[in-house]
Structures are given as structure tokens and as C-alpha cells.
């Protein structure tokens, strides 16, 4: 059965720290990760991962994937409490645009 | 550019009711999906419109239904509720089948009493 496994389910640090948040995966006909920020309601999409070792950057943000070990990591540097949010992890199958979600990790910054 | 829009934001239902949730996707997006987020968890697939046809379905009863109209937009129906459904319910939408990224609507919370 496909699955997506986030680690740790919840993390608690301080204003300045960096945050690495963990998500491994078992699915069938891989074809894309991805990365959402979702604080109130809609998840924001933030990273799509297709290749091995390549990272992706978007300001303090970013995210590389391992293929061969089946998880991507998403890296956060100098927290601000902004980044307060729950992080998903997602994978998309091929052959159709079905996306398996982990649970999220809830990320609280405090000041 | 609008983006994906969802309709009531909030709802309260008793067991056993039915409830209709409204979506319509982001403009110049023909692909539509519905998730079920309940608290504490990550969205889980219900299904997926295309072309006005349901092309994937997740791991949901039949009281799970939905459509999709010319314009794109989409409905999920939920027979005889259980106090079990009540959850976020996020439409997330794209363009074609091809595997285009999802943007997500601000989704209804739906309450089952």
C-alpha cells in the first residue's frame, strides 16, 4: 500500500534556529514529491521534487530528494514565527494525478 | 487571476443528513480533486473530475459522490452523514491529467452532530 511517513509529527524551536523536517515514502510508479505549507486552511504549495539530489531553494527554504532511499527532506533556516505552520509531505503516482499526503508536521517558533 | 474558491466555509450537519460542498477551480484549470482532511491528519484522496468524469477515486464509500460541470467547477455530495465526516474538506485544482501541481481552495469545514 503507498504511503507517506513524516518525522517528527510535531517540533517546537525558538526564533533563529534551523529545522530540518523528514518524510519517507513507499509508492508505486513514482513520479513527483511535494511540499506544502498549510497554516489556517489551504495547504501552499511550496516545492515539486522529481530528481535525485538536486536541491530547491526558495529564500530560507529548501528541499532535496533521495530516490534511491525513498525521502526528501525540507530544510528552514533563521526561523521566524511565520514559518509556524503544519508542513506536508506529499507524492504523486503516474497515471493519474492521485496524491498520498503524510500526516504533517506541526512546526511551532516561538519568540 | 482568481484562484480556487470553495463554498459554505463552515456548515453544521446532524447524522444521517446530506450535505453539498462547492468548488470552483482556479481560472484557466480543468482538473478537479477533493480531499478529506480530519484534525490532526494530512488530506486524503477522495477523487478526481475530469472532462465531467470521476478518473480517480481514493479509499471513500459510495455516499462519497461528486460531478463536474462544463464550466469546471465541482460538487461533493455526502449521503447520510456520519459524525466521522466532519472534517476540512479541501478541493484542489490543476490543469489536465498530466500531473500539473495543485493549488488548493480554502476548503469547508464541515461539523456532524
Known amino acids: 500500500e503507498d504511503k507517506v511517513v513524516q518525522s517528527p509529527l510535531s517540533l517546537v524551536v525558538h526564533e533563529g534556529d534551523t529545522v530540518t523536517l523528514n518524510c519517507s515514502y513507499e509508492?508505486?510508479?513514482?513520479?513527483?514529491l511535494l511540499w506544502y505549507k498549510q497554516e489556517k486552511k489551504a495547504p501552499t504549495f511550496l516545492f515539486m521534487l522529481?530528481?535525485?539530489?538536486i536541491e530547491k531553494k526558495s529564500g530560507r527554504l529548501s528541499s532535496i530528494l533521495d530516490k534511491k532511499e525513498l525521502f526528501s527532506i525540507l530544510n528552514i533556516t533563521a526561523t521566524q514565527t511565520g514559518d509556524s505552520a503544519i508542513y506536508l509531505c506529499?507524492?504523486?503516482?503516474?497515471?493519474?494525478?492521485?496524491?498520498?499526503f503524510g500526516k504533517g508536521t506541526r512546526l511551532h517558533i516561538l519568540p | 487571476d482568481a484562484g480556487v474558491t470553495q463554498s459554505p466555509t463552515h456548515l453544521i450537519k446532524t447524522r444521517g443528513q446530506q450535505v453539498t460542498l462547492r468548488c470552483s477551480p482556479k481560472s484557466g484549470h480543468d482538473t478537479v480533486s477533493w480531499y478529506q482532511q480530519a484534525l490532526g491528519q494530512g488530506p486524503q484522496f477522495i477523487f478526481q473530475y475530469y472532462e465531467e468524469e470521476e478518473r480517480q477515486r481514493g479509499n471513500f464509500p459510495d455516499r462519497f459522490s461528486g460531478h463536474q460541470f462544463p464550466n469546471y467547477s465541482s460538487e461533493l455530495n455526502v449521503n447520510a452523514l456520519l459524525l466521522g465526516d466532519s472534517a476540512l474538506y479541501l478541493c484542489?485544482?490543476?490543469?489536465?491529467?498530466?500531473?500539473?501541481?495543485?493549488?488548493f481552495g480554502p476548503g469547508t469545514r464541515l461539523l456532524v452532530l
Open positions: 522529481t530528481s535525485s539530489g
Open positions: 509508492v508505486t510508479n513514482f513520479r513527483s
Open positions: 484542489a485544482s490543476s490543469l489536465g491529467m498530466g500531473g500539473g501541481t495543485q493549488y
Open positions: 506529499a507524492v504523486e503516482a503516474r497515471g493519474g494525478d492521485k496524491i498520498i
